[in-house]
């Protein structure tokens, strides 16, 4: 019979099976819960069914709480209710965990009497990643099945605990075999059989132990020291040893407070901005073959693309132009392989190389699916090769280029198959980091784009549309934040403190720490590029220019802005006073505050302007940019995120005030200033 649109009970005897069934993921949204109420009502006016079970449909079990109703106004009955009308049943619920049991799923699961899993299945409490902790009796359940140490590891880092573990910690009683409506069917009966014991979870006693939430908490102030729920996830824990009642009512006070921080609006935004880019025009387009891949360019990025074709189980062609460039390629992709052997990422490195093959003969491209030209950073460079290539690939063949900034439309134009053209600009190093802008220039074909993003998706990358423009949108931004940064420095904020007040913000690392990792010449290369076309009214710093022609290139060179040992490096700091004298520049103090706020505000103008020219098709596009590529914090939610957060009548004022000393950089986007007037948000355009 059916209980709730989404959750219905098969009565068979003595016993009754509960299921549920809301696709995708079973999310326990109000439909999920009002059916579970349901259930337990419907069982207490039964009393000859003797034991029950719980079950999901489809891929998982309940992966949490509906995360589409966090912020709006609360649907009754919550799920803090409903684990505890689980727990009261005087008839005992067996739980059949299947897929990803996360969140409020292993909540629901943990107020059931038993909880049986399927081979494969994994259970976690990821809602510190949503900015918040475990709110339906989580923190004080698990506990209860593990103790306290386990939990409040597994609570503040919100892993996801594989099943031998989930079983040896005490959270999952058994292993069950069949589908999941059979198991559920045989767990009821062996309930009745006495061969599966079943208990309230909150019936268990606690003990404290308060030197593993010292701990923890110790490990939570060095590490994310900008985050407040980790440490608030810890607090609930500590109160596991009250009565269950009292230690729940305790915990959703906590979960609240979570709730309500910008943090938890940021990491939720930052969860659905992940799987939002997939969301494009051509998703529906069936692509060509992604099979075999010919990487040209043996180069440190090439190999990092040849290495993610490799790990994905894909064919690669790599080709350059000297033997001795091949062998530093397969150096390069060897490496890489031994480095994912060792992370368990990859299990048989022979077997991927077996899949590579090196040449210096660009003849052997003929064959392959993609091609991706990772070449020097040079249009004439990149013409020559796509002239090349437009004589040696095969009729529909893809040709991609990795380029960060140049042009792909006048690329596109060396071939006679522009329409096969795309940009694929992977980040370095290409096997690791996760991002991918596909770039789609103006005779790309939709199939073209399609195979892209089909491409991207074997890969495992969070792949996102974008436009032409120098730089696309992520290094488009990078080089507006680059001179915001800059010009703060020049006018006495020591590179040092920048680096260090985003950091404490929660980037990754400061801009100047992330030059000196990357190389200070790939700025000095676009500078000079640009040097022709740069307005004479555009402010200019030329520290880092002259800390290039001094060979200080960053790490690889040994010193950049900071030396080896992470000191700021004397030759930059005579550089910028030489360079103020000469400007008669007096240094004036920046306090980290402002440091962050004029840094993000650049962001923000840069990334609306980017919207606004359609180079990104929504804002959430932009913000996912720079969260998977970039080190944005990703609590912050994204810069487009970050102005509705602000708002965009403040952010314009703000601007206007920073214009009033630079009106050539600061300057409010068209976009800005409408939304100022109408009260609009980036929101309302994804
Ligand atoms: C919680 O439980 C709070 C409680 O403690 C307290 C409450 C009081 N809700 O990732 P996928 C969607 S907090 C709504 O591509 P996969 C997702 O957006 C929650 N929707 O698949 C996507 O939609 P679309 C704690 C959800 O196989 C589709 O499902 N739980 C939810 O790669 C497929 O998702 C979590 O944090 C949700 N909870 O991975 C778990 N989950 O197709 C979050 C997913 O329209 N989820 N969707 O883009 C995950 O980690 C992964 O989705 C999962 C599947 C591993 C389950």
């Not at 709480?65 to 505890?84: H, M, N, Y």
């Not at 993609?370 to 070449?375: F, R, V």
Request: charged share 25%.
């Amino acid at each position: 019979m059916q209980l709730s649109e989404t959750v219905s009970l098969d009565h068979e005897g003595d016993i009754a099976l509960i299921r549920i069934d809301n696709p995708p993921v079973n999310a326990a949204g109000v439909t999920v819960r009002q059916g579970l109420v349901a259930a337990v009502d419907w069982l207490a006016a039964h009393p000859q069914v003797e034991a029950a079970a719980l079950y999901a449909a489809g891929r998982t079990f309940v992966a949490g709480a509906d995360i589409r109703e966090f912020g709006k106004p609360p649907l009754d009955p919550w799920l803090p209710e409903v684990c505890q009308r689980l727990e009261d049943s005087a008839t005992p619920i067996v739980c059949i965990l299947h897929g990803t049991t996360l969140g409020g799923g292993l909540e629901i699961a943990m107020g059931c009497h038993a909880r049986l899993a399927l081979p494969g299945a994994k259970v976690g409490l990821p809602e510190v990643h949503l900015g918040i902790i475990p709110g339906a009796g989580g923190t004080q359940r698990m506990p209860r099945l593990t103790g306290q140490a386990f939990a409040v590891e597994a609570i503040t880092t919100g892993r996801h605990i594989a099943l031998e573990e989930a079983l040896s910690a005490g959270i999952i009683d058994g292993m069950a075999t069949d589908t999941p409506d059979q198991a559920a069917r045989n767990a009821a009966r062996a309930v009745l059989d006495g061969a599966l014991r079943t208990r309230a979870t909150g019936a268990q006693a606690v003990t404290a132990d308060p030197d593993a939430l010292d701990a923890a908490r110790a490990r939570i102030r060095k590490t994310q020291p900008h985050l407040y729920s980790p440490l608030r996830c810890v607090d609930a824990v500590e109160l596991s040893t009250l009565p269950i009642r009292e230690g729940i009512a305790r915990e959703r006070v906590i979960y609240q407070e979570c709730h309500d921080t910008p943090q938890r609006a940021g990491l939720i935004h930052a969860f659905f901005a992940e799987r939002a880019v997939a969301k494009v025009p051509e998703a529906g387009i069936p692509p060509r073959a992604t099979d075999h891949i010919g990487v040209i360019g043996a180069g440190t990025m090439g190999a990092g693309i040849a290495t993610a074709c490799l790990l994905a189980g894909l064919t690669v062609t790599l080709t350059d132009r000297d033997d001795a460039a091949i062998a530093r390629g397969r150096a390069a992709i060897d490496a890489n392989l031994d480095g994912a052997v060792k992370r368990g990422k990859l299990a048989d490195k022979d077997d991927a190389l077996a899949r590579l093959a090196t040449t210096t003969d660009s003849a052997a491209l003929s064959k392959v699916d993609i091609l991706i030209e990772a070449a020097f950073e040079d249009m004439a460079v990149k013409q020559a090769i796509f002239a090349d290539l437009d004589r040696i690939a095969k009729p529909g063949a893809v040709l991609a280029t990795n380029t960060s900034y140049l042009d792909v439309n006048t690329i596109a134009q060396a071939t006679a198959r522009p329409g096969d053209v795309m940009g694929l600009h992977f980040f370095s190093p290409a096997h690791v980091m996760r991002l991918c802008e596909v770039v789609v220039a103006e005779a790309t074909t939709p199939e073209t784009a399609a195979t892209g993003f089909a491409l991207a998706k074997r890969l495992r990358k969070i792949a996102v549309r974008s436009g032409v423009c120098d730089g696309f949108i992520g290094n488009r931004i990078l080089r507006s934040t680059r001179r915001a940064a800059e010009y703060m420095m020049l006018d006495g904020a020591p590179f040092a403190q920048i680096d260090a007040a985003l950091e404490a913000a929660g980037w990754a690392m400061g801009p100047f720490r992330v030059s000196d990792l990357a190389g200070l010449d790939i700025a000095w290369a676009q500078r000079k590029r640009l040097a022709a076309t740069r307005p004479p009214e555009e402010r200019y710093v030329d520290m880092p220019d002259r800390l290039c022609e001094a060979g200080h290139l960053g790490r690889k060179t040994g010193a950049g802005y900071y030396l080896k040992d992470g000191t700021p490096n004397p030759a930059a700091l005579s550089a910028l006073e030489a360079e103020r004298a000469a400007k008669g520049i007096a240094p004036r103090t920046f306090t980290d505050d402002e440091i962050v706020s004029r840094f993000l505000t650049a962001m923000i103008m840069e990334a609306s302007r980017i919207f606004e020219e359609r180079i990104a098709l929504r804002p959430i596009d932009v913000d996912a940019v720079l969260l998977f590529g970039y080190g944005f914090p990703r609590h912050l939610g994204g810069p487009l995120h970050q102005a509705d957060a602000i708002g965009a009548a403040p952010l314009v004022d703000r601007i206007d005030s920073f214009a009033q000393e630079d009106r050539h950089f600061w300057q409010v986007p068209e976009i800005l200033r409408d939304m100022a007037h109408s009260s609009g948000t980036f929101a309302q355009r994804n």
